[in-house]
């Protein structure tokens, strides 16, 4: 891989012994209860025929890609703040950094997915059904996680023939192109152009194609005469706009930006924020506020 430096030193969060403890503890219980309630979502869609639906369907997929989301991060960042795993191998950083970010977009395009089936059912009730049939439904899933995947393999490449020469200290808890540009005593530039594109590509498009749908079905919404009627077809969408708001908010300020200098210790509280914290909010977000799920349960 042409590089002097095999492994990198995770630094994690700063503090005391006890309080890496205590967050670690966190991060272990905030783990726990994510894979808990996501495969529970799974099993609960998969046992119960009236979730059996394309929106459950694109559901279960986010859930699934929750658990490997976290799980990316959470175990390694746990040996990390307790000082039994702190280093990490060139190749292994590159295999996260690839894993996370791929995963990552993979989540755009299902949550602009998710968002046109919300467009359909809303805007076309009657026609929901044939338009959005199981065919379509499995091919847009699928487009999305190769979609996915497949728009982050130059990213890593590229990534992956950076020259490091020291110092090999990574001032974060996981292996991110922040981290990496910071420490590449090679020409980044190319990395950096790179990860600017596949941000406006992945992010930007697929948040542009939210938008445009939520703002056809606020539209639709708001033609509807009575009350209960307006607020039965926005129940429907307010969980999925929920997590929509928060996912967007920081993968666009860790992504969308023309240059990779910002402040790593403001990266390493968003990165918490976006690989913790979010996939746990989701199920609770869609079980809470979904009436479906909750008489299912």
């Known amino acids: 891989n042409g590089t002097s430096v095999e492994e990198f030193i995770l630094l994690g969060f700063p503090g005391t012994w006890q309080s890496r403890v205590s967050l670690a503890v966190v991060f272990a219980l905030m783990y726990t209860l994510t894979v808990i309630g996501n495969a ?139 981290s990496c540009l910071a420490l590449s005593c090679s020409d980044t530039w190319p990395v950096e152009l790179a990860t600017f594109l596949v941000s406006i590509i992945v992010v930007v498009a697929s948040c542009v194609v939210t938008l445009v749908s939520y703002m056809y079905i606020i539209s639709s919404i708001l033609r509807i005469q009575s009350v209960h009627g307006r607020k039965k077809a926005f129940s429907t969408c307010s969980a999925h706009l929920s997590v929509v708001t928060i996912w967007y908010g920081s993968t666009m300020f860790l992504y969308v930006k023309p240059s990779a200098q910002n402040s790593l210790d403001l990266n390493k509280i968003v990165n918490t924020f976006n690989t913790v914290v979010t996939p746990l909010l989701n199920p609770f977000i869609y079980t809470l506020r979904n009436k479906e799920v909750k008489l299912a349960l």
């Not at 369907?57 to 795993?85: H, R």
């Not at 487009?143 to 020259?163: H, N």
Request: proline content about 3%; aromatic content about 14%.
């Open 40 to 178: 529970s979502i799974i099993a609960l869609v998969w046992r119960s025929s009236n979730l059996h639906s394309p929106m459950y369907f694109f559901l279960c997929n986010l859930s699934f890609l929750e658990i490997w989301y976290t799980t990316g991060v959470v175990p390694k960042a746990i040996g990390v703040m307790l000082g039994t795993s702190q280093t990490i191998s060139f190749s292994v950083c590159i295999l996260q950094l690839f894993f996370l970010l791929s995963l990552g977009s993979t989540e755009c395009f299902l949550l602009s997915v998710m968002a046109y089936d919300r467009y359909l059912a809303i805007c076309y009730p009657l026609r929901y059904s044939s338009l959005m049939n199981r065919v379509l439904s499995v091919r847009l899933a699928l487009s999305s996680w190769l979609g996915g995947f497949l728009a982050i393999s130059l990213l890593a490449f590229l990534t992956s023939r950076l020259t490091f020469c020291g110092p090999d200290v990574i001032n974060h808890f996981l292996c991110d192109i922040d």
